[in-house]
């Protein structure tokens, strides 16, 4: 089978290099079954072993600092949380060609919810809104730093218009950026998830059940974790999420020019080798776009 990189320094793997690793480092689950996690995740590979249990090994350079930060700060943030989390139970290292350390985690059955097919989106938005008040509750004192402002964004932004110049509106899309920069920033941090997405939430039976991918938690601004309300939630579901949050004028401003920014970095690096994502992404701009135009 031809596997299709994402990055140019990616690392491919295959079940057979994990079963390796796992036999080699941790024989108490040689004998299960590892099978690849079909997923549009960017930054790690997953393979279920056995039903309980999933490793995850990064894509790329860097993805070593990820590792060690989730299996450092997960375990903390887990009893805070109304929702399952992948808490880690073990870390690997190198070995059999694969450079970087990986992380055995809990398996959390569930589904992804997807954009136009949620059955309640108001309740969604309020079961979002109960978990990111839970990570805002807890002590930011000594948490590590989550994301970066938006005017450390704006070079790399101006960038993704320009190369976007002949599928987006840029004068609109310029605009929209402009204004959130305008913004004060946030006074004061908060744990933030860092990445909530359709991706990184699982419901059963229609009900939030788990956030996963806690590669970008850490403490910043409280907008972060609202870009939801512009990748996943209809537009009809955004006073409820707003609501639920208490978001004033500024987080939520901050908030949609985040999710503007992140959309446009991710069209032209997923066009090809990532379409969920890059599909989400243009949806994420026209929702944007649709709202300030609405006077939202």
Known sequence: MVIKRMHKDEIITDA?????????????????????????GTDHAMYRIGSDLVARLPRRPGGDRIIRHEFRWVPELAPSLPLAVPVPVAMGEPGFGFPYPWLVQRWIDGVNPAVGEIADPHRLAREIGVFVRAMRAIDP???PPAGVSLAQRDDQVRRDIAALADEIDVAAVTAAWESALALPEQERSVWVHGDIAPGNLLLVDDRLDAAIDFSGTGVGDSAIDLQVAWNLLPAEARPTFREALGADDATWGRARGRALAQALVQIPY???TNIPLATNARHVILEVLTEIRAGG
């Open 16 to 40: 057979d290099q994990v079963r390796r690793l796992i036999a080699a480092q941790f024989p108490q689950w040689a004998s299960l079954p590892v099978t690849p996690v079909t997923s549009s």
């Open 270 to 272: 997923y066009k090809e």
């Open 141 to 143: 004192e000594g948490g």
